[in-house]
């Protein structure tokens, strides 16, 4: 089992308070759980070519709960999307409302996004997506555990914070997003535009996961990402292959021999200029990694260096599309072009701009050699900045010690492989804040995958945890 460098103090509150808390936490569980189960009812993609009504409704339905813990100041507040052609489109509708600090106390600003990713194939599901089913301690539903876990989180903490007596007088801002799965793009535009409102001394973003399933984590580390596409083309239209084929190599072969190139032969991405800046100090036991990922037995693990670090640390380069002829309209003929789009991890440390220059520097220098001179299209797409947090600042040592408190186990200062791009522009617009990120998830809740599944323990601790939180920092 991993251990944390640093055990967290003991919270700020006595006996007494912590078990009035925790009794509070407990008495409305069942309704929480209710409340997230309706919750989960609401189809709300913030995707372009789905209905936007539902979305609404998700967003209405969240206000109405924020307003049910007694808070007067809730809004439902949208910007305004450019499109390249000049016309507007809304972005996602976002949840903000806001309970005052008591004077001298500090505010905690709450994040977390009430939108879900589209279902995928219907027929891999052994649950209907929106509605959600409780089945072996666990919450089957679309947005169970991504995000509207952390929404129900953040709701029953401060409700049970108040239902124990132990309102410590800090402030309490929700932020709950309505277009993360869609990329979060108005997001920077609603900081700029919402500053003053949002602004807080503790920002906690429960959007993560835990080490596993009674194993807390303190997610301490984010990969950036940049992504692109590659194309490929060696002749002006498609060609006979028995006519052309051996002096000519095919567009998707070319392609083939440039994904190739990305990586050395033990797997590490083998694009210079992006080195590792960070060291892990956890352990990530081989076996666990392949029973978390579903690894196949005979395939052996890529890369070098700490499982951690090959993880959260190193760059991690992967093809996620391609645009080459279908195998059922596929004919003998040279195909004279091919796209490829690639997605690179980046570790804490890594700079974006200078991530995706390397990887058109790396296909430029390639061509004349595995390429043999073809044409190559270079198309840059998203990108975002790494994230890493200071973990001995006081709040993260107290979210360390309240979780450490509700799950009553040793919490875990961990990497996280994923990337949220948006957490860069909260550390940059409020950079006297402390940043936590937290979560529900485990290694077994299949977010954005079919049968996504929620804990009903660790989110029950994570309430705990956060309720503690809430009481402990106003000390």
Request: avoid cysteine; charged fraction near 20%; proline fraction near 7%.
């Amino acid at each position: 089992m991993p251990e944390t460098p640093q055990t967290p103090p003991a919270l700020p509150l006595d006996p007494e308070t912590i078990a009035r808390i925790t009794a509070a936490v407990e008495e409305r569980l069942p309704q929480t759980v209710a409340t997230l189960k309706e919750l989960v009812a609401i189809p709300g993609i913030a995707w372009d070519s789905f209905d936007r009504a539902p979305l609404e409704r998700s967003a209405q339905a969240v206000a109405a709960l924020i307003r049910s813990l007694g808070l007067e100041d809730v809004e439902i507040l949208t910007e305004t999307l450019m499109e390249s052609d000049g016309t507007e489109r809304p972005g996602g509708p976002a949840v903000v409302a806001r309970r005052p600090a008591q004077p001298g106390k500090p505010t905690v600003l709450l994040y977390a996004h009430h939108d879900v990713q589209p279902v995928g194939e219907l027929a891999l599901w052994e649950t209907e997506p929106f509605t959600a089913v409780e089945k072996d301690g666990r919450l089957f539903g679309r947005g169970a555990a991504d995000d509207k876990a952390g929404i129900m989180v953040h709701l029953a903490a401060l409700q049970a914070m108040l239902d124990a007596g132990a309102d410590s007088g800090v402030g309490v801002t929700f932020f709950i997003e309505g277009e993360e799965e869609a990329g979060s793009p108005t997001f920077r535009t609603f900081l700029e535009r919402h500053r003053e409102k949002l602004a807080a001394d503790v920002i906690v973003v429960a959007d993560s996961a835990n080490w596993r399933v009674g194993v807390p984590a303190l997610t301490t580390s984010l990969r950036g990402l940049v992504d692109g596409t590659i194309g490929v083309r060696v002749l002006d239209h498609a060609v006979h292959s028995g006519m052309f084929g051996g002096p000519v190599l095919d567009a998707p072969t070319l392609l083939a021999r440039l994904i190739a190139t990305l990586h050395d032969e033990e797997g590490n991405v083998a694009i210079a200029g992006l080195e590792q800046q960070h060291h892990s100090s956890i352990e990530y036991p081989e076996a666990d990694y392949r029973a978390d990922s579903s690894l196949l037995d005979s395939v052996r693990l890529a890369g070098t260096g700490s499982l951690a670090d090959r993880l959260w640390n190193k760059p991690a380069l992967s093809i996620i599309g391609t645009d080459v002829t279908r195998l059922d309209v596929a004919s003998n003929t040279l195909q004279p072009e091919a796209r490829a789009k690639f997605s690179l991890r980046l570790g804490p440390g890594m700079d974006p701009v200078t991530a995706m220059s390397a990887v058109r520097a790396h296909v430029e220098s390639v061509r004349s050699t595995a390429l043999l001179g073809a044409e190559v299209v270079f198309e840059p797409g998203e990108s975002g900045q790494p994230f890493a947090t200071d973990t001995s600042a006081p709040a993260a040592r107290t979210m360390m010690a309240a979780l450490r408190e509700a799950f009553g186990s040793e919490p875990v200062e961990a990497g996280m492989g994923g990337s949220i791009p948006f957490t860069a522009d909260l550390v940059e617009m409020f950079p006297e804040a402390t940043l936590l990120i937290t979560g529900v998830e485990d290694p077994d809740s299949r977010a954005h995958s079919a049968n996504e599944s929620l804990h009903l323990g660790d989110f029950r601790h994570a309430v705990l945890a956060e309720a503690l939180l809430l009481a402990a920092v106003g000390h």
